[in-house]
């Protein structure tokens, strides 16, 4: 009973605080920032001669948002990162900033404080973030089916709570009827009654992340990312005064000195922690995440969907996000020995995922996967310290030397605990900041936030002759700052658009983001195409053909020999093969269809796939097929045939077959073995199901992070 009680008064106080939130807050003058941006090479200068008051290790959403609150306090702020700003999990989230839905299911179901502590906690930080940078987040409309009546009332509560809780700006939630949901989701099952559409956050995490950088860096932090730490420097008590950071792209060292250094490395943090103490105890779980990005046409263009309780008992949700639709489920306990790649059996277990609950007439493939990506949440081990602490989804620790960890976090919160992480840095490490308390909730807005607006897009298309794809994007990109790209665009040659080159036809990527993304770090191909342009997270095929031109634009702008451009572009494309899905891991487990065929038979048709294959990329098109069946024998290609055939090969990319695909599909069309590719196909997908639903090793929801 004593449970319930607290959880009213903290309800009633959350929706209070809430309502009187214009009233409550304290406006702080806004600082201004202190410079344009400097050079990667003048912040590498500065972290040579200075000694700072605070040493950031990591440039993930936390370590950012603890460079841009100390800097923002007037402290002497570094930060390094050993690889790109944003290139760990940070970049690699569902794109949402929730407030936290899950978790409030688990705070009425159980009488959970600290769940419900949480999703105060996240509704609010969601409207800061908001106000910190609108034109990197909006809202978007999630649509929750309801599966039975009895579920109605319970949705509702709870939604109504949820909305209560929340800031009085917040959008509200409705009831929708079957007919009218199933006409915003088609392609939904038709077993629901009815569904609720509530509002969330979402976000370009990436982009998010690299503005918050380059605000801390305007406001006096000295950031440097491909920079390693090697070593902590300790003085004569052995507590931490600095590190030594190894520059990644010329080898160099450099001893930087601060009186506070921050472990902000997310799910390299106990390597950190080691550094300090070589007998640590793991303060991290490696928890994975997985997500794939699918056609435009598996989601509504402004409708998300999120289905806790589908048929497998794992959640399920399809967001749209930058054209494309996101698709993900439940997070996997997996150990960070595994590395960053996906695998194939990942794949599986989402696309059978989709086809449990999409309507049965519509054919879930395997080449709809344009990519596929996945990250390591860094939630903190179930330790006392977890158990007693007020949220339980993230520690702030001080080590025996005197060094400040930070485990946990999601982006709906990663602004408050950067907040709560510099307060301690403050009072251990004696500081004295200009600003005591933190700014960055009220008065603070990201370099490009000021005198951004919705309809911005519409100046850059009258004064600079942009098209309106591409227009919308920069200034939802850059912000006001979008008119300093458009600036820098190259004549396009044609009547229309005036200016903007395409760096490709079916995107609104221009050459001078290129430029700009130099001038904001991008210091390799993988920077760029990976986190200043998304579009190795949103299409790896695509991201393939435009290497050549982006890397060009590159070395223009870094000086690159042919050598270092040759470089890069291998480099770029072993990272979209191995992280972003092109060729996912394959399990042992899992048994191709065999092929048919004699080994005469497969000579002859790979010979031919050979001669087709002409440019060497490993595939040939459907067209050319048809084209080789017929040189073959075959008079007419059935095109429903076709169909049936492509659907149970199953390819793995859109219009176009590699070797082996190629050999099944002639084995069953020249040679009429459709009978057994069907039976063959039925037999591997019970195997992949099998293995998949059985090796998967799930995390409970209060475990999870609490979101989506």
């Known amino acids: 009973m004593s449970k ?38 003048m912040n590498l200068d500065a972290l040579r001669r200075t000694e700072y008051d605070v040493l950031i290790i990591g440039g993930g959403a936390v370590g950012a948002g603890c460079a841009l609150d100390a800097a923002t306090r007037g402290l002497k702020t570094a930060l390094v990162e050993a690889d790109d700003f944003g290139s760990g999990t940070s970049s690699k989230s569902s794109k949402l900033l929730h407030g936290g839905l ?21 509704l609010k930080e969601r409207s800061n973030i908001a106000n910190l940078a609108p034109h990197l987040n909006q809202p978007v409309p999630i649509m929750l089916p309801i599966h039975h ?27 929708i009827r079957t007919p009218e949901a199933l006409d915003i989701f088609p392609m939904m099952r038709r077993d629901i009654y009815g569904a609720f559409v509530f509002y969330e956050g979402q976000h370009d995490d990436a982009r998010l992340c690299l503005a918050v950088i380059l605000t801390a860096a305007r406001y006096g932090a000295d950031v440097c990312n491909h920079m390693k730490v090697t070593e902590l420097l300790r003085n004569k008590e052995h507590q931490i005064v600095g590190a030594k950071a190894v520059d990644q792209l010329t080898g160099k060292s450099y001893k930087i000195r601060a009186k506070v250094v921050i472990n902000a490395t997310g799910p390299g943090s106990d ?21 794939i990005v699918l056609p435009p046409f598996y989601c509504p263009e402004e ?53 449990s609950y999409i309507n049965p007439n519509f054919d879930v493939r395997r080449c709809d996967v344009l990519a596929v990506w996945g990250g390591y949440k860094p939630l903190p081990a179930e330790t006392n310290e977890l158990k007693y602490s007020l949220l339980k989804n993230h520690l702030i620790s001080l080590g025996p030397g005197n060094m400040i960890s930070i485990v946990g976090g999601t982006w709906s919160s990663f602004r408050v605990i950067a907040e709560k992480a510099i307060d301690v840095a403050k009072n251990s490490g004696g ?6 308390n933190s700014i960055t909730a009220t008065s603070c807005k990201l370099d490009g936030a000021d005198g951004w607006s919705p309809n911005m897009f519409i100046r850059l298309v009258q004064d600079f002759g942009l098209e309106r794809d591409v227009a919308k994007h920069l200034t939802d990109t850059y912000g006001s700052n979008a008119c300093k790209v458009a600036v820098c665009a190259n004549p396009s040659g044609s009547s229309w658009p005036i200016t903007g080159k395409r760096l490709h036809s079916e995107f609104p990527y221009i050459e001078a983001e290129v430029r700009q993304g130099v001038k904001d770090y991008a210091c390799t191909l993988v920077d760029m195409v990976a986190r200043r342009l998304r579009v190795a997270f949103l299409n790896v095929h695509v991201a393939e053909d435009i290497l050549p031109k982006v890397a060009n634009v590159m070395a223009q702008e870094l000086n690159w020999s042919r050598k270092q451009k040759s470089r890069q572009i291998l480099d770029a494309q072993k990272f979209l093969h191995t992280q972003m899905g092109q060729s996912p891991t394959l399990d042992p487990a899992h048994t191709n269809i065999p092929i048919k065929l004699d080994v005469q038979q497969v000579q002859k048709y790979a010979s031919h796939f050979k001669v087709l294959d002409d440019q060497e990329s490993g595939y040939v098109s459907i067209n050319q097929c048809c084209a080789a069946m017929k040189s073959f024998g075959v008079k ?13 090969i199953d390819c793995h990319s859109q219009g176009k077959v590699n070797l082996y695909e190629f050999l099944l599909l002639m084995s069953a069309i020249v040679h009429g073995d459709t009978a057994y590719l069907r039976y063959a196909k039925l037999r591997l997908d019970q195997r992949l199901s099998t293995i998949t639903n059985r090796k998967r090793k799930m995390i409970p929801v209060e475990r999870s992070g609490g979101g989506l």
């Open 4 to 41: 319930f009680l607290q959880v009213a008064v903290l309800a009633g106080s959350s929706m209070l605080s809430a309502s009187s939130l214009t009233f409550g807050q304290e406006r702080t003058k806004v600082p201004q920032m202190k410079r344009e941006l400097p050079t990667r090479s």
């Open 102 to 122: 899950r978790d409030l299911d688990q705070a009425i179901s159980k009488l959970d404080l600290a769940a419900f502590r949480r999703v105060r906690t996240c």
């Open 149 to 175: 009546w009895w579920q109605l009332p319970s949705y509702w509560i709870k939604l109504h709570i949820y909305h209560l809780m929340a800031p009085s700006s917040t959008r509200g939630f409705q009831f």
């Open 271 to 291: 390597s950190i922690c080691r550094l300090e103490d070589a007998n640590a105890e793991p303060h991290c779980t490696p928890t994975w995440a997985s997500h």
């Open 303 to 355: 409708v998300g969907l999120f289905d806790p309780n589908t048929r497998s008992g794992s959640a399920i949700y399809f967001l749209p996000w930058l054209g494309h639709t996101l698709m993900g489920t439940s997070d996997e306990l997996r150990e960070s020995s595994e590395g960053p790649q996906p695998t194939e059996m990942e794949v599986q277990y989402l696309l059978e995922g989709i086809k």
């Open 431 to 436: 500081l004295n900041p200009m600003r005591i």
């Open 636 to 648: 007419e290609v059935p095109v429903d045939l076709m169909h049936n055939v492509l659907r149970d």
